[in-house]
C-alpha cells in the first residue's frame, strides 16, 4: 500500500485542503477527520482491503459500486462523495495520505500543536497540566499530549514538539557524563601525562 | 601495571562534581528510508543545505537535498549502523574540519579524524569545508616558481604559485610520481604540502605515505585518505576538505600550499553515484548537470593572494595583523599616483605597493616615527596539482575536457614514452603550462626558451627519420641533439633535483655538449659533471642559487668547466 512518501502527500494535500474547506463551511470538519482516520486506520491494518483500494486491476465503476455500498449512511456524505472523485481520479491509493494531510492541516488550523512527551513513569496530572502551560507558553498553541512511558529514561522526561525535542532525562545527562569521562581519559592517553589529582 | 583504585575513583568524583546538568535542546528528524550511503529524513524542516546532521549511531552526514516532506543527506561514515526511525539531530553547522599545524604530519580521513595510530587531533581552529573563492580584488598574478624538481617540466612546462596544473595519462603512466616528487621537493622549503588521496587502495596510500616519512616529508605535508572502500560521500568530500585544511595556513599564515588532488576523476564518479541514488537527473556519461561547478568551485579556491603593506608606527610588532594601525594618507583614494594607496584603509596591494608605500612614507615629514610593514597573513597561496586518470588516452571524455578547461595548463603522460623507458613519460608537444612561464627564474628561462619546441620538432624528425631516407647533416644534427636531450630529461622516481643542478644539466645539453657523446653514456656523465660542479665549483653552484640569474659572464665560466670536465671524464670512461 501506499508508503506517506513526498509525491503521495503532495498530491494528498490537495484532495485534503479541498475536502476540509468544505467540511468547514458544513460545520462537520472535526467529523470528517475522525471518520478520514478511521479509514486510514482500517486500510492500514487490513491489506487486502488495501490492494481492493489501489490496484489499478479493479474496476473504477466496481470500486465505485463497493464504496457506496460500505460507506453511505455511515460517514457524511460530504466524504462518500469526496472518495467517489478520489476513485474516479484513480488515486484510491492516496487514501492514508489523504487522511495524514487532513490531520495536519486541521490541527494547524485549530492553532493545535502534537506534542510527544515520554517519562519514566506515569504523567502526574499537576505536572501534566504544568506541561501544558509551559507547551502554550513556549509556542502559542494547544498541545495535544502523545504521552508514553520508557522506564529505560531513569528520571526526568523528554518533550518533542514538531522537530524540537528537549531531553531532560537522566539517561542522557548519564551518557553525556560518560562521554566525558571516556573523552578525559583519551586524552590523557595521548598527552602522556597521569591525572594530576587535587 | 598495577591501578590504583583510589585514584581512579578520585578522578571519577572530580567529573562528576564538576558535571552540570544542561537540558539538552535539539531540532531532531526521523530516518524514512536509508541505504547506499543516503538517507530521507522526515522532519528537520529548518534543516540548511550543506548542513551537518548527526545520526544515533554517530555517523556524520551532510544535508544535500531539501523536498518538500523530507530531506536527502549523505552518510559521512558507517551507514550500515543506521536504521529506519533513527532520530538525526541538526548541529546548525555547514560542514567543516579541524585544521590548523596539529594537523601536519597526521593520516586523516576527510572528515578530519586520525587514521594513523597517533591519537586525537588537537587544535582549536576548524574551517567549513565549502569556502568560496577569493575574487579579483584579492589576488596577484602568479609570479614566483613552484619547482617541481623534475627537469622536463621544470624547463617546459613550469609551474607557479597559486597555478593550477592538472596532471593527466592512463593508469600507471606516472601520475602520482610526479605529485609526490613534487612534495620531496618542497623539502627545506616553506611550503606546506597536502596530499588527498581518493578511491585508491589503502595498500597504496599506505605505502606512500611510508615513502614521505622515510623521505622526512612528512614534517610539512598532511595526507588525507578516502579509499575505495570508504563511503562514496566521503570520498566526495576528500578534496574540499583538504582544500580547507590548505586554506588555513594560506589565509591564517600566509604561507604558500601545494594541493594534490588525487584523482578528481574518481571523485566525479563517487558524486555521480551520489547523485544517481538521490535521483538528480543524469546527463552525459550519467554525471549530474552540476558536475563542471563539482570541479571548477575546487580549482578556484587555488589562489596567490595579494601582498599587503602599510606605513605603520615604528613600535608595531613585525608580525602584527591589525590593518587599522596602518597610517593612511590624508588625501586617500584621491592621492597622487606614485603615493596612492589601494584601499580606503590606507593599505598598498601587491608588489608595486611596496614602492608606493616606501614613497609615502618618504613623504612623511616625521618618517623615523614610521616604517613599512607587510602584513604576514598576506600573500599566501594555494597550488593546485589536480590528477585525472584517462581511459585508452582518452582526453575527449567528459571529465577530462572539464578539469582541462578549468587549470592553467596540463601534464599529459603518455602510455608509448613511458614503456619506452622515457620516464617521466611527459608528451611535450600536448603539455602546456598557461601561467607558469612569468614563475620562471631568470636562468631557467634563458636556457629552456626554445627546449620544447625543438623536442616537439624531433619528434616529428623522429617519426620521419624512421622511414630510411637519407639525411642531410643539419638535419642528422637535430635528431642527434634530439635524442641527447630526451636522453637528459629521463630522470629516475624520487630523486628530484635541486633548481641548480636542473639549470646545469639543461645548460650543458642546449650548450650542445652532449652532442659527441654516445647516448646510452648522457646520463652517467650528467651525473658525473653535476657532481664535479658541487665538489670543485661550489661559488658557481651557490651565485647560480643566490641570484637565479645566468649572466653571460656566469654562462661562460659553466663552458669553461665543463670543457675542460669532458675530456677528463671521458679518459676516465675508458
Not at chain 2, 555521480?272 to 570541479?295: C, I, K, N
Not at chain 2, 610588532?317 to 586617500?332: F, I, L, T, Y
Not at chain 2, 635541486?498 to 644539466?505: N, Y
Not at chain 2, 665549483?537 to 670543457?563: F, M, N, S, T, Y
Request: net charge negative; with cysteine; hydrophobic share 40%.
Amino acid at each position: 500500500m501506499a508508503s506517506l512518501d513526498d509525491k503521495h502527500l503532495a498530491v494528498a494535500r490537495i484532495y485534503s485542503l479541498a475536502i476540509l474547506d468544505l467540511a468547514e463551511r458544513q460545520g462537520i470538519a472535526d467529523a470528517v477527520g475522525e471518520d478520514l482516520q478511521e479509514l486510514a486506520r482500517y486500510v492500514a491494518q487490513n491489506h487486502e482491503f488495501a490492494d481492493f483500494l489501489g490496484s489499478p486491476l479493479i474496476d473504477a465503476a466496481e470500486r465505485q459500486a463497493a464504496i457506496e455500498k460500505i460507506l453511505r449512511g455511515r460517514v457524511s456524505d460530504l466524504l462518500v462523495d469526496a472518495l467517489q472523485v478520489v476513485n474516479r481520479k484513480e488515486r484510491m491509493i492516496l487514501v492514508p495520505a489523504i487522511a495524514e494531510t487532513y490531520r495536519q492541516e486541521l490541527r494547524d488550523r485549530r492553532g493545535r500543536v502534537d506534542v510527544f512527551v515520554k517519562t519514566p513513569v506515569e504523567l502526574p496530572a499537576g505536572l501534566r497540566d504544568k506541561l501544558r502551560q509551559a507547551v502554550v507558553h513556549f509556542t502559542g498553541k494547544q498541545p495535544e499530549l502523545v504521552e508514553k512511558v520508557d522506564p529505560k529514561l531513569l528520571g526526568g522526561m523528554v518533550v518533542q514538539i514538531g522537530d524540537d525535542k528537549i531531553d531532560a532525562s537522566v539517561f542522557s545527562q548519564l551518557k553525556t557524563l560518560s562521554e566525558a569521562l571516556l573523552q578525559r581519559a583519551s586524552q590523557e592517553i595521548v598527552r602522556g601525562t597521569p591525572y594530576a589529582g587535587e | 601495571m598495577r591501578f590504583k583504585v583510589d585514584e581512579i575513583t578520585s578522578v571519577i568524583t572530580e567529573e562528576i562534581r564538576q558535571f552540570r546538568s544542561t537540558v539538552d535542546l535539539a531540532q531532531v528528524g526521523k530516518v524514512l528510508e536509508v541505504g547506499d550511503g543516503i538517507a530521507r529524513i522526515y522532519g528537520l524542516s529548518n534543516a540548511m543545505a550543506g548542513e551537518q546532521v548527526t545520526f544515533a549511531n554517530g555517523a556524520a552526514g551532510q544535508v544535500f537535498n531539501l523536498e518538500e516532506n523530507s530531506v536527502g543527506v549523505v552518510i559521512l561514515g558507517d551507514y550500515l549502523g543506521i536504521r529506519e526511525g533513527d532520530e538525526v539531530r541538526r548541529t546548525g553547522e555547514l560542514l567543516s574540519v579541524p585544521c590548523g599545524p596539529a594537523l601536519i604530519g597526521r593520516v586523516v580521513d576527510p572528515l578530519g579524524r586520525p587514521l594513523d595510530g597517533k591519537g586525537v587531533i588537537e587544535t582549536p581552529h576548524r574551517r567549513p569545508l565549502e569556502w568560496k573563492a577569493p575574487g579579483i580584488a584579492e589576488r596577484q598574478p602568479v609570479t614566483e616558481p613552484l619547482l617541481t624538481g623534475i627537469k622536463a617540466i621544470d624547463s617546459m612546462i613550469p609551474i607557479g604559485r597559486g597555478q593550477r596544473e592538472l596532471i593527466i595519462g592512463d593508469r600507471k603512466t606516472g601520475k602520482t610520481a610526479i605529485a609526490i616528487d613534487t612534495i620531496l621537493n618542497q623539502k627545506g622549503g616553506d611550503v606546506i604540502c597536502v596530499y588527498v588521496a581518493i578511491g585508491q587502495k589503502e595498500s597504496t596510500v599506505a605505502g606512500l605515505v611510508e615513502r614521505l616519512r622515510s623521505a622526512g616529508a612528512l614534517d610539512y605535508t598532511i595526507v588525507i585518505s578516502a579509499g575505495s572502500s570508504d563511503p562514496s560521500p566521503l570520498q566526495y568530500i576528500a578534496p574540499y576538505s583538504g582544500a580547507a585544511m590548505a586554506e588555513y595556513f594560506l589565509y591564517s599564515e600566509g604561507k604558500a600550499t601545494l594541493c594534490v588532488y588525487d584523482d578528481l576523476s574518481k571523485q566525479a564518479q563517487s558524486y555521480r553515484q551520489l547523485s544517481l541514488l538521490l535521483r538528480r537527473p543524469p546527463g552525459r556519461e550519467a554525471y549530474p548537470g552540476d558536475v563542471f561547478y563539482l570541479h571548477s568551485r575546487l580549482l578556484e579556491r587555488s589562489v596567490k593572494m595579494r601582498d599587503e603593506y602599510a606605513v605603520v608606527p615604528k613600535d608595531t610588532a613585525a608580525d602584527s595583523r591589525e590593518r587599522k594601525g596602518a597610517v593612511k594618507h590624508p588625501q586617500s583614494l584621491a592621492a597622487p599616483e606614485d603615493v596612492r594607496p589601494d584601499d580606503a584603509f590606507g593599505l598598498y596591494h601587491r608588489p608595486h605597493g611596496k614602492k608606493k608605500a616606501e614613497a609615502f612614507l618618504a613623504s612623511l615629514p616625521d618618517q623615523d616615527k614610521y616604517r613599512v610593514h607587510r602584513f604576514p597573513d598576506s600573500g599566501g597561496s594555494m597550488t593546485a596539482l589536480p590528477v585525472i586518470e584517462t581511459l585508452e588516452g582518452e582526453v575527449s571524455a567528459y571529465i577530462p575536457t572539464n578539469v582541462i578547461s578549468i587549470t592553467d595548463g596540463q601534464i599529459y603522460l603518455e602510455p608509448d614514452l613511458f614503456f619506452a623507458g622515457v620516464r617521466p613519460a611527459v608528451n611535450v608537444g600536448i603539455s602546456v603550462s598557461r601561467v607558469g612561464g612569468n614563475a620562471q627564474r631568470k636562468a631557467m628561462k634563458k636556457i629552456s626558451g626554445s627546449l620544447r619546441l625543438d623536442l616537439a620538432a624531433f619528434r616529428d624528425l623522429e617519426a620521419f627519420a624512421q622511414l630510411g631516407t637519407e639525411l642531410d647533416p643539419a638535419t642528422q644534427r637535430q635528431l642527434d641533439r634530439g635524442l641527447r636531450m630526451v636522453e637528459l630529461l629521463k630522470q629516475p622516481q624520487y630523486q628530484p633535483y635541486p633548481f641548480t643542478d636542473e639549470v646545469l644539466s639543461i645548460f650543458t645539453g642546449t650548450g650542445g655538449f652532449l652532442d659527441d657523446l654516445p647516448a646510452n653514456q648522457v646520463a652517467k656523465f650528467e651525473l658525473a659533471l653535476l657532481k664535479h660542479f658541487r665538489d670543485e665549483h661550489p661559488e658557481i653552484v651557490k651565485e647560480l642559487a643566490d641570484k637565479g640569474e645566468l649572466p653571460d659572464a656566469l654562462a661562460d665560466r659553466i663552458r669553461q668547466v665543463i670543457r675542460d670536465f669532458k675530456p677528463h671524464w671521458q679518459g676516465k670512461a675508458q
